[in-house]
């Protein structure tokens, strides 16, 4: 069965500094990923996706995330965190290979800023 | 934009009653989902359905069922709710490449 591993449960970052939220998967072929952001007492949103093509893939709200085949990781970044960045954060892989039809998230990482 | 409105935002219910979690969608998507999120969890597919009157079973099914009598609406019903089901339940829609997600309903059972 497919699994995704978010190793990090809780990050703590200055506002300003650099963020990196790590995301491993275990699927036999080229998976969809995508990335979720829950800001507390909300629904999920999605942040960005991968489905083919250019590795590097940019997102809302300055997030972008790189695809590595070799290490099966998917992780996100930002250059300089704001406040507001302060959420829990899912990724997920498609199951049925058809986009967004089934999908398997992540434990997620809750991410803490610091002013 | 996509919408997906959940009853209510918190709802608090005792051992062994019967409760309905609504979901109502404005986009006339087939596909629908139940997850439910737990802390340290993450969120766990309960059922979901890819047409009126067709369901799946998700990986946590158990103690569940579901409904989907017309296109836009997908309950979510606990047959005799347990203290064990106190979560927060998140319905989705499956739009262009991505899933939807409404605001959600933090259940509690006492």
């Known amino acids: 069965a497919q699994s995704v591993t978010q190793p990090d449960i809780h990050i703590t970052v200055s506002e300003g500094a650099s963020l990196e939220l790590r995301c491993n998967y275990s699927y036999g072929a080229t998976p969809y990923l995508f990335w979720y952001v829950q800001s507390p007492g909300q629904g999920l949103q999605l942040l960005l996706k991968y489905f083919s093509g250019d590795t590097l893939v940019q997102g809302i709200k300055g997030f972008e995330a790189e695809f590595k085949r070799s290490q099966s990781s998917f992780n996100l970044r930002k250059p300089s965190v704001h406040w507001s960045d302060a959420a829990e954060y899912f990724c997920?892989?498609?199951?049925?290979?058809?986009?967004?039809?089934?999908?398997?998230f992540g434990k997620g990482t809750k991410l803490s800023v610091i002013p | 934009d996509v919408k997906v409105t959940q009853s209510s935002r918190y709802l608090v219910k005792r051992t062994g009653e019967k409760v309905f979690l609504e979901c109502v969608q404005d986009m006339d998507h087939e596909n629908m989902f139940w997850y439910r999120q737990d802390p340290g969890l993450g969120l766990r597919l309960i059922y979901f359905s890819y047409d009126v009157k067709m369901k799946e079973k998700g990986d946590i099914p158990e103690g569940y069922s579901v409904s989907r009598e017309k296109k836009e609406r997908f309950s979510l019903i606990l047959e005799s709710a347990s203290t064990n089901q106190t979560s927060m339940y998140l319905c989705a829609i499956d739009g262009t490449y991505e899933q939807y997600f409404g605001p959600g309903t933090r259940l509690t059972v006492t």
């Open positions: 997920a892989v498609d199951d049925s290979g058809a986009g967004s039809y089934q999908l398997t």
